[in-house]
Each structure stands twice: as structure tokens, then as C-alpha cells.
Nanobody, 123 residues
Framework: QVQLVESGGGLVQPGGSLRLSCVAS????????IGWFRQAPGKERERVSC????????YNADSVKGRFTISRDNAKNTVYLQMNSLKPEDTAVYYC????????????????WGQGTQVTVSS
């Protein structure tokens, strides 16, 4: 069974930090590019970060550059999203997704998706 499971979301104050995890099962994560997407109520789902299968290439959206860091530990079949200096506008459901090619920004080009984890940034 192919599965991606996100965890690590929660409520945090502005300026705080969270680390999200995406654990894969049923497929070889180290041969997949992994993207992090988020969706706030009433808004389009947007890509925030992506990491290549080897970990040598990463992408970060302008809105999160300098604050978010994507990384992977293939031995643990896990990809992480370290989120620092969080802002209220970062509030969204965060999803991880996998595909076997390049780090596409198009939702339709990802093969596997997790169910999401809620991140709420509020004082």
C-alpha cells in the first residue's frame, strides 16, 4: 500500500517554529522528488518547497525563503519541513506529495499525496 503521512502540525505563536514530517511507505522514497504544498481556506493550493530524490536540489517559494528548510533522510523514508519565523499568513493545511521526476509545481503531476496536517499561527 502506497502511503504518505504528515505530522508535526499544530498551533504556534507568530515567530515560532514547527517541524513537519512526511513518512512514506509502500514505495521507494529515495527515488522520488518530494514537495510540500499548503492550502488555506478559500485559497488555491500552492507549492512551498520541494526536494529532489538525491537531496541535492531544493526549491522554496518566495513567500517562505529564508524561513523554511526542506530536507530528507532517505534511511528513515522521511522528508522534513523546518518552519521558522512563522507568520499568521502561513496558516494552512500542509501536504506532502511525491513524484518520480523533477520538482514540478503542478499538483496534477504528483503521484502520491498525504492527508495533510494543520498549521495554525496565531497569538
Amino acid at each position: 500500500q502506497v502511503q504518505l503521512v504528515e505530522s508535526g502540525g499544530g498551533l504556534v505563536q507568530p515567530g515560532g517554529s514547527l517541524r513537519l514530517s512526511c513518512v512514506a511507505s509502500g514505495f521507494t522514497l529515495d527515488r522520488n522528488n518530494i514537495g510540500w504544498f499548503r492550502q488555506a481556506p478559500g485559497k488555491e493550493r500552492e507549492r512551498v518547497s520541494c526536494i529532489s530524490s538525491s537531496g541535492t536540489m531544493t526549491y522554496n517559494a518566495d513567500s517562505v525563503k529564508g524561513r523554511f528548510t526542506i530536507s530528507r533522510d532517505n534511511a528513515k523514508n522521511t522528508v522534513y519541513l523546518q518552519m521558522n519565523s512563522l507568520k499568521p499568513e502561513d496558516t494552512a493545511v500542509y501536504y506532502c506529495a511525491a513524484r518520480g521526476y523533477y520538482c514540478s509545481g503542478r499538483i496534477s503531476e504528483y503521484d502520491y499525496w498525504g492527508q495533510g496536517t494543520q498549521v495554525t499561527v496565531s497569538s
